[in-house]
């Protein structure tokens, strides 16, 4: 007999990414050049300019194993945040991070918890590892911070949050935050994602950085691929207290981060001028479009990431297809089981006009 899976492999559905713009140019014949891609939260300006000098010094070296312990990386990073070195996981994108910590904590008797629409590696780590989950309906879009910790049994080891959340963009404020972590027990890891944290400030935002010191079963995830341009790298990281950064490095692989997003991130954390102008740009982009999508009769939610969830009032499977005709990518989310909407991130200004241009004359 064929070799088979675990069983909850079996019916695992693969993570769907943004389509490639090599991919949608050799489907519908179009000229790469002439695509856009907002399907992937990525940062239209790329990256700070100072990181292809610090990857050119690293090419010299590539067939040395790179630094398993990340040292410099982590020197820079404690420096900056003003946390020991002995709090942080790299990762292989924070996405590893959150892998490893189904693999760390979850097994078929305990169960994780995150809400309806939340970022779909949750569920899928959780259903590899064999562990159950409960998904707390939404409200408005939003995690139910109360429901979510009122659905916490004995069997529960970690809880996943994102803020804000992809894809509706939704968020927490610190005092709610602080309110939910204080119904938490100490047993059940709070995993908190700060993906598009850069992009997110003001009105009170929560910062999970600055209460792992005083949670001990606080993880807080960022990431170098969203406002630092790098997501093609694969790099980001954790923050907890030691203990937890110490499970996590005896389960990791020893050369989980490569020599290149190594050097890269230490650029990157370095040139905040570069991740402020990018903050600048979103905020001038998400402008535009949402007075562009709102002129359409379109509903968007409110956002605080580089992206937006976007309401057409039904399915959206064909919109999306005349959109890719037109050489425009977006991102269906009816795996997220939000069928009406697209997913639209925010890109410059001349792609935003481009975007608006091709739904005004498809809708
Ligand atoms: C993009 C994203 C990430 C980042 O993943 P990486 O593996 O760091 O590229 C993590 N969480 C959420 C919610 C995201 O949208």
């Known amino acids: ?159 996943f949050l994102a803020n804000p959340n992809n894809p509706t963009g939704s968020w927490f404020k610190q005092d709610e935050l602080i309110a939910f972590l204080n119904k938490i027990p100490v047993s059940v890891l709070v995993v908190l994602d700060e993906a598009y944290y850069e992009y997110a400030q003001g009105d009170d935002f929560a910062n999970g950085l600055s209460l792992v010191n005083k949670y001990p079963n606080l993880l807080v995830t960022r990431t170098f691929s969203k406002v630092y341009g790098l997501a093609g790298l694969r790099i980001g990281f954790a923050i907890s207290q030691p203990d937890i950064a110490d499970m996590l490095n005896r389960a990791r692989q020893p050369f989980n981060v490569n020599s290149l997003a190594q050097a890269a991130a230490i650029i990157a954390l370095e040139d905040q001028e570069f991740v402020a102008g990018a903050i600048k740009a979103n905020i001038k982009g998400m402008h535009q479009l949402n007075l562009g999508l709102e002129k359409l009769g379109l509903k968007v939610l409110p956002t605080k990431g580089n992206f937006m969830a976007v309401d057409f009032g039904q399915d959206v499977s064909n919109i999306d297809l005349k959109l890719q005709q037109n050489g425009v990518i ?34």
């Open 1 to 159: 007999m064929r070799i088979s899976p675990n069983p909850q492999i079996a019916n695992l559905a693969p993570y769907q990414p943004g389509k490639p713009i090599s991919e949608l140019a050799r489907e519908f014949n179009l000229n790469p050049n002439a695509i856009i891609k907002l399907a992937s939260n990525e940062n239209p300006l790329g990256c700070s300019p100072k990181i292809k000098q610090a990857i050119t010094a690293e090419l010299a070296k590539l067939a040395r194993y790179p630094d398993g312990a990340s040292f410099m990386l982590k020197q820079k990073l404690a420096k900056f945040y003003q946390l020991q070195t002995e709090q942080i996981t790299i990762g292989n994108g924070s996405n590893d991070i959150l892998d490893l910590l189904a693999r760390i904590f979850l097994n078929e008797q305990s169960n994780a918890i995150f809400s309806a629409h939340a970022f779909i590696v949750y569920k899928l780590a959780t259903i590899t590892s064999g562990a159950k989950f409960k998904e707390i309906a939404a409200q408005n879009y939003a995690h139910d911070l109360n429901a979510i910790a009122n659905a916490v049994d004995a069997q529960t080891k970690i809880i």
């Open 330 to 363: 977006v991102r269906p989310i009816a795996g997220y089981d939000m069928p009406n909407f697209l997913r639209i991130s925010i890109g410059t200004e001349a792609e935003n006009a481009r975007l608006l241009q091709v739904l005004a004359q498809i809708l």
